[in-house]
């Protein structure tokens, strides 16, 4: 089985700094994309910031110049760290990644649990 765990969420002002962090664990052969969603209550889930396997990164209008996701592909891990943070940020954040398990699988989405993240004016 696969285990997608975020970590890292919490209360913090408007102008300050957050980081995030996805593990993924358990049966892994390759893990191709991996993404940060957001959904904000009364809101549809969009996306945040993605990667991919080689580095390549982008992010939504909303989050330029301040937020930087990375990855470490040796602890399938990615992190998402959201600087100047304002009010409109707040939401739950999810990981996604687009993992492979076996070296013959199919590609599949898996998901995190979300953690919260709330800005306060």
């Known amino acids: 089985q696969l285990r997608v765990v975020e970590s890292g969420g919490g209360l913090v002002q408007a102008g300050g700094s957050q980081g995030l962090s996805c593990t993924i664990s358990?049966?892994?052969?390759?893990?191709?994309?991996m993404r940060w969603y957001r959904q904000a209550p009364g809101k549809q889930r969009e996306l945040v910031a993605g990667?991919?396997?080689?580095?390549?990164?982008s992010y939504a209008d909303s989050v330029k110049g301040r937020f930087t996701i990375s990855r470490d592909n040796a602890k399938n891990t990615v992190h998402l760290q959201m600087n100047s943070l304002k009010p409109e940020d707040t939401g739950v954040y999810y990981c996604?990644?687009?993992?492979?398990?076996?070296?013959?699988?199919?590609?599949?989405?898996?998901w995190g649990q979300g953690t919260q993240v709330t800005v306060s004016s």
């Open positions: 358990g049966t892994i052969y390759s893990i191709n994309d």
């Open positions: 996604n990644a687009d993992v492979i398990q076996h070296q013959w699988g199919d590609r599949s989405y898996y």
């Open positions: 990667i991919t396997s080689g580095g390549t990164t």
